[in-house]
């Protein structure tokens, strides 16, 4: 099992920055590929980005391409999510979720963040 937190939601000005962090406990963090995925009011939640286990290799939505970008340190056994020129269209719950495969699909991450809202005014 892991047992995954994020934390660094909030409220920001369209324009601004966030940072979320995704702490992970349990089972050797090192060997799990993480994602973000984000479920925005009345739609289906959807994947963001990912990294692989070594960090070298990420993948992005291309709605947050250029924009976002994930990080992880395998030492402290988290992810990040570093977000930069927000619009009120990323307001939404952000996940961290942790699996043995990079991938884009949801279905591929067996443990799940219990999510951070993340609100974004124009």
């Known amino acids: 099992q892991v047992q995954l937190v994020e934390s660094g939601g909030g409220l920001a000005q369209a324009g601004g920055s966030l940072r979320l962090s995704c702490a992970a406990s349990?089972?050797?963090?090192?060997?799990?590929?993480m994602a973000w995925f984000r479920q925005a009011p009345g739609k289906e939640r959807e994947f963001v980005g990912t990294?692989?286990?070594?960090?070298?290799?990420?993948s992005y939505a291309n709605s947050v391409k250029g924009r976002f970008t994930i990080s992880r340190g395998n030492a402290k056994n988290t992810a990040y999510l570093q977000m930069n020129s927000l619009q009120p269209e990323d307001t939404a719950v952000y996940y961290c979720?942790?699996?043995?495969?990079?991938?884009?699909?949801?279905?591929?991450?067996?443990?799940w963040g219990q999510g951070t809202q993340v609100t974004i005014s124009s």
């Open positions: 349990g089972r050797a963090f090192s060997n799990y590929a």
């Open positions: 990294i692989t286990t070594s960090g070298i290799v990420t």
């Open positions: 979720a942790a699996g043995l495969v990079f991938s884009v699909r949801e279905n591929d991450y067996d443990f």
